[in-house]
C-alpha cells in the first residue's frame, strides 16, 4: 500500500471517528438544552399563576383591613364629631407615625348628599356626586362601603380612595390611600426583577404598575401590552380581587427565568467542547496507532516480497548452473581421466632428460590442480541449484549450545590471530523447532566470515537473546564496515560479501539469505556506530 493510501485511509478513519463522537454530542446538547428551556418557561408559568394568587389575595386583604379600621374610627368617634374640621384633623394627624403621613394621606367627610363637611390631609375634593363619581357614593350607601377610582392618574398619581358609610347611612367617610401602597403590593406579586404586575379597575384603566422590562408604564393607560415585547415567550395570567371590579394581572419575563438555563447552556457547551477535544485527541491516537500498524504490515509484506524476488532469482540461477554443471562435468572428467593417463606414463617410463619429466610434471599438477578448482567451483553451483530442497521442519535446536561449540572450535584460530572472540548469550534462550544441521552451517559460515574480515587483532562479539515471538543471534565485529551501495546487494545471489574483491564465486550471502527464508527466519547486515558490521539471524519461536 503507498504512503499516500495510508495517509487517505488514515484522514477517513479519523474523519469517522469524530463524526461517530462529536454528533452524538451535539445532538444530546441541543435536545437537552431544548428540554431546559421548556422546563424553565413551564415553571415560569407556574410561578406566576402563584404569584398573581398570592398578590390578588394580599391586596384583597389590605383592603379589608383599612375598612374595617376605618369602620372602627366612624363608631368610635360620632358624625357630629368628625364634622368639625380640627376634630378630623386632630384624627388625621393621630393616623400619621409621630408626625408623618403613613399608609392614609387624608380624609374627607360627606352628607348624604355628597357635600363635604370636613377635610384633613392631601385629598382631593369629591365635589359634587355626579356622573362617575355618583357610582361610589350609591355604592356606598347601598352597601355599607365603596372604592373610589376615579382621580386615578390624575394630579396626585396613582392613590385610589376607601368610601365607608355611618351605620346610619347619614354620612360617608373617605379615606384616600398613599399610592406607594398600591406599587409595593404590585412589587411582591412579582416573579422576578424583570416581569411586570399592575391593577386595572372595571374600566380597563391602569390604577397602579410595578417596573419591569420596559420601565413603569404611565397610569390611566389601557393596556398593558408593549408592541416591542418581543420576548421568547409570551404570556400573562389575571386574578379579580375579591368581589370587587378590580384585576391584578401579571406579565412574567422568561429572562427571569432563563437564567438557569443560560448556565446550563454554558455548561453544556464546555463539556461538548471538551468531549470534541477528548473525541478529537482518541481519533489522533487511533489514527497514529492505526498507521503505525499498517507501515509494520507493509514492512513486513515489502521484506517478504524482496525474500520472495531473491527466492525467484535464486531459483532461476539454480537452473543455470545446473545446466552449467551438467554440461562441465562431463568434459572435466575426461580431461581429468586422460589427465591420469599421462601421469601414469610419465611416471612408468624412464625418460632420459630429467628437467624436461620436471617441466612435463609440473604442468600436469597444475592442470590438476586447475581441475579441482573448477570441481569445487561446480560443487557449491550445485549446491545453489539444491537449496530448494531445505526444510523448514526440523528438530528443537538450542542455539546456545551451538553457538558454544562454533565459537569453541574457532578459539584456537582466533588465538593465533590475535582475535578477541567474546560471546554474551541469554541463560533462559527459548528452544526453536527448525533444521539443526542448517542452522550450523549458516552460524559457522558467519562466524567464519567474521573472522576473516576483522583480520589479526580484531575483535568478534557474539550474542544471544529472545522476544515473544522470535530467537535473535547477533554476531559483531570491527571490520571496516559494508557501504550503502554494497548493503543493498548483500543478499542477492553471485554477491560476494563484505570485501570488494570477494573470494570464490560469491555465493555464501546469497546462501544465508535463502537458508534462512527455508527456515522462516530473518537475516539482515549494517554499519554499527561505533565501527564495524553487525549481523543478526532470528528465527521464529514455536507458539
Known amino acids: ?30 435536545s437537552s438544552m431544548g428540554q431546559v428551556r421548556t422546563l424553565a418557561l413551564d415553571g415560569m408559568e407556574q410561578a406566576a399563576q402563584r404569584s398573581v394568587e398570592r398578590g390578588a ?44 403621613p403613613g399608609e392614609i394621606v387624608g380624609l374627607e367627610l360627606l352628607d348624604a348628599d355628597g357635600v363635604a363637611l370636613a377635610r384633613a390631609g392631601q385629598i382631593k375634593q369629591a365635589g359634587a356626586p355626579t356622573g362617575q363619581n355618583a357610582a361610589w357614593l350609591r355604592q356606598a350607601l347601598a352597601e355599607g362601603a365603596a372604592i373610589d377610582d376615579a382621580s386615578v392618574g390624575r394630579d396626585t398619581g396613582p392613590a385610589f380612595v376607601i368610601v365607608l358609610a355611618d351605620p346610619d347611612r347619614t354620612a360617608v367617610l373617605r379615606a384616600a390611600i398613599k399610592a406607594q401602597v398600591l406599587d409595593d403590593l404590585l412589587l411582591n406579586s412579582r416573579t422576578g426583577p424583570l416581569s411586570r404586575a399592575a391593577l386595572l379597575n372595571a374600566r380597563g384603566e391602569l390604577l397602579a404598575a410595578s417596573p419591569g422590562r420596559t420601565g413603569m408604564p404611565q397610569a390611566g393607560a389601557a393596556s398593558l401590552t408593549d408592541p416591542a415585547d418581543n420576548a421568547e415567550r409570551v404570556f400573562s395570567t389575571s386574578k379579580r380581587i375579591g368581589t370587587g371590579n ?4 401579571l406579565h412574567p419575563d422568561p429572562n427571569d427565568y432563563l437564567g438557569t438555563y443560560y448556565k446550563y447552556c454554558a455548561l453544556i457547551l464546555v463539556l461538548a467542547l471538551v468531549s470534541t477535544a477528548g473525541v478529537a485527541l482518541m481519533a489522533a491516537v487511533v489514527q497514529r496507532a492505526v498507521g503505525q500498524r499498517l507501515k509494520r504490515l507493509d514492512d513486513r509484506q515489502n521484506a517478504e516480497h524482496k525474500q520472495q524476488v531473491i527466492q525467484e532469482k535464486m531459483t532461476m540461477a539454480g537452473m543455470v548452473s545446473t ?14 581421466q586422460h589427465l591420469d593417463k599421462i601421469h601414469a606414463q610419465v611416471s612408468r617410463y624412464k625418460i ?94 558467519l562466524v567464519e566470515s567474521a573472522l576473516e574480515a576483522v583480520g589479526t587483532g580484531g575483535r568478534v562479539h557474539c550474542a544471544t537473546y529472545s522476544t515473544p515471538d522470535e530467537v535473535h543471534i547477533q ?36 546462501l544465508y539469505s535463502a537458508i534462512v527464508y527455508k527456515l522462516g527466519g530473518r537475516i539482515s547486515a549494517q554499519d554499527r556506530p561505533q565501527g564495524g558490521a553487525l549481523v543478526t539471524f532470528s528465527l521464529p519461536v514455536p507458539g
Not at 367 to 385: K, P
Open 1 to 30: 500500500m503507498k504512503s499516500c493510501d495510508h495517509d487517505r485511509l488514515k484522514r477517513i478513519l479519523a474523519a469517522g471517528i469524530c463524526l461517530s463522537g462529536i454528533v452524538p454530542v451535539v445532538f444530546f446538547a441541543l
Open 57 to 100: 389575595n394580599d391586596l384583597h386583604a389590605f383592603l379589608r383591613d383599612k375598612t374595617a379600621f376605618l369602620a372602627t374610627l366612624m363608631r368610635l368617634h360620632p358624625i357630629e364629631h368628625l364634622g368639625k374640621g380640627e376634630n378630623l384633623d386632630a384624627l388625621f394627624q393621630a393616623l400619621g407615625d409621630k408626625g408623618h
Open 246 to 249: 378590580w384585576t391584578l394581572t
Open 323 to 336: 545446466g552449467i554443471v551438467h554440461d562441465l562435468t562431463e568434459p572435466l572428467q575426461q580431461a581429468k
Open 352 to 445: 632420459e632428460n630429467i628437467n624436461l619429466f620436471k617441466n612435463i610434471q609440473y604442468s600436469v599438477d597444475r592442470i590438476d590442480n586447475n581441475i579441482l578448482r573448477i570441481r569445487t567451483v561446480l560443487d557449491r553451483l550445485l549446491r545453489f541449484s539444491h537449496l530448494s530442497r531445505i526444510q523448514e521442519s526440523g528438530d528443537r535446536v538450542q542455539v546456545n549450545w551451538i553457538l558454544r561449540e562454533i565459537l569453541s572450535f574457532f578459539a584456537t584460530e582466533a588465538s593465533e590471530h590475535n582475535i578477541a572472540l567474546t560471546m554474551e548469550l541469554e541463560a533462559s534462550l527459548p528452544t526453536v523447532w527448525t533444521n539443526g544441521s542448517q542452522v550450523q552451517q549458516l552460524l559457522l559460515s
Open 475 to 510: 554476531i559483531a565485529d570491527n571490520s571496516p564496515g559494508i557501504t550503502s551501495e554494497r548493503m543493498k546487494k548483500l543478499w542477492q545471489p553471485f554477491f560476494t560479501g563484505p570485501e570488494p574483491n570477494g573470494k570464490g564465486a560469491g555465493l555464501d550471502l546469497s
